[in-house]
Antibody, heavy 119, light 109 residues
Framework: EVQLVESGGGLVQPGGSLRLSCAASGFTFSSYWMSWVRQAPGKGLEWVANIKQDGSEKYYVDSVKGRFTISRDNAKNSLYLQMNSLRAEDTAVYYC????????????WGQGTLVTVSS | AIQLTQSPSSLSASVGDRVTITCRASQGISSALAWYQQKPGKAPKLLIYDASSLESGVPSRFSGSGSGTDFTLTISSLQPEDFATYYCQQFNSYPLSTTFGGGTKVEIK
């Protein structure tokens, strides 16, 4: 059974940093692109970042470029999101998602971890 | 960036009703579109990929159609468990970017 479990969320002050983790199991992690998607309270879904199977390609939504870094450790079956210079508008539930093998939809999602940026 | 506009933003319907949600792309995206269902406090669930292909395990009352710029998600006979928010997603420019529509909340009439 495919499982994605996020951790690392919490309350952080504006300008602070946080590192999210996503532990994957039930599939060959190293064979899939992975993504982070976020959802601000009461709002819609927003894609944040993608990373290729071997970590050689990474892409970001414009609003987080230069502040967030996506990475992965295939030996640990883990995905990460390093978030720096956090802003109030980064407050959201952050989901990790597996990208489909044949079409780049998000076929499995974690339960999400809440990041709150507030003083 | 490609924008997706969903309509309506919300609707009220009864059990057994046929429900149609539309998603319009700001430029042609072929069939690079997916639909998701999200219930309160839960992660989204993939329903439809490639505009019209039903994800494994999803009930056949869900169907998707369209290509280019105009797409629809249809629920042929609304069930109690279908009350949720639905999102479309385009992946025409993947992996450089991908975007979601604003969502359609389906509520009980």
């Amino acid at each position: 059974e495919v499982q994605l479990v996020e951790s690392g969320g919490g309350l952080v002050q504006p300008g602070g940093s946080l590192r999210l983790s996503c532990a994957a199991s039930g599939f060959t992690f190293s064979s899939y692109w992975m993504s982070w998607v976020r959802q601000a309270p009461g709002k819609g879904l927003e894609w944040v970042a993608n990373i290729k199977q071997d970590g050689s390609e990474k892409y970001y939504v414009d609003s987080v470029k230069g502040r967030f870094t996506i990475s992965r450790d295939n030996a640990k079956n883990s995905l990460y999101l390093q978030m720096n210079s956090l802003r109030a508008e980064d407050t959201a539930v952050y989901y990790c998602a597996r990208v489909g093998h044949y079409t780049p939809d998000f076929d499995y999602w974690g339960q999400g971890t809440l990041v709150t940026v507030s003083s | 960036a490609i924008q997706l506009t969903q309509s309506p933003s919300s609707l009220s319907a009864s059990v057994g009703d046929r429900v149609t949600i539309t998603c319009r792309a700001s430029q042609g995206i072929s069939s690079a579109l997916a639909w998701y269902q999200q219930k309160p406090g839960k992660a989204p669930k993939l329903l439809i990929y490639d505009a019209s292909s039903l994800e494994s395990g999803v009930p056949s009352r869900f169907s998707g159609s369209g290509s280019g710029t105009d797409f629809t998600l249809t629920i042929s006979s609304l069930q109690p468990e279908d009350f949720a928010t639905y999102y479309c997603q385009q992946f025409n420019s993947y992996p450089l970017s991908t975007t979601f529509g604003g969502g359609t909340k389906v509520e009980i009439k």
